[in-house]
């Protein structure tokens, strides 16, 4: 499922990449090559990566 349709960028890669990288919904695009278009999908993309990272067993360090 994409959780950006702008951008194509599936519900799992976003996971994947809040995982990665620390940084707002903006920031994790950017990581993936991509910046938001519309932005009606960043309020999703915020609770995804939220709850992505809490269930880290420990926090991402700021790059
Ligand atoms: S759906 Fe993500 S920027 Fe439009």
């Given at each position: 499922?994409?959780?950006?349709?702008?951008?194509a960028i599936r519900?799992?890669?976003?996971?994947?990449?809040?995982?990665?990288?620390?940084?707002?919904?903006?920031?994790?695009?950017?990581?993936?090559?991509?910046?938001?278009n519309c932005g009606h999908c960043l309020?999703?993309?915020?609770?995804?990566?939220?709850?992505?990272?809490?269930?880290?067993?420990?926090?991402?360090?700021?790059?």
């Amino acid at each position: 499922m994409y959780t950006c349709v702008c951008n194509a960028i599936r519900e799992c890669e976003l996971r994947q990449a809040a995982r990665q990288h620390d940084g707002c919904a903006e920031t994790v695009y950017a990581k993936l090559g991509k910046r938001p278009n519309c932005g009606h999908c960043l309020d999703e993309a915020e609770e995804l990566i939220a709850e992505e990272r809490a269930a880290l067993p420990q926090p991402l360090e700021a790059a």
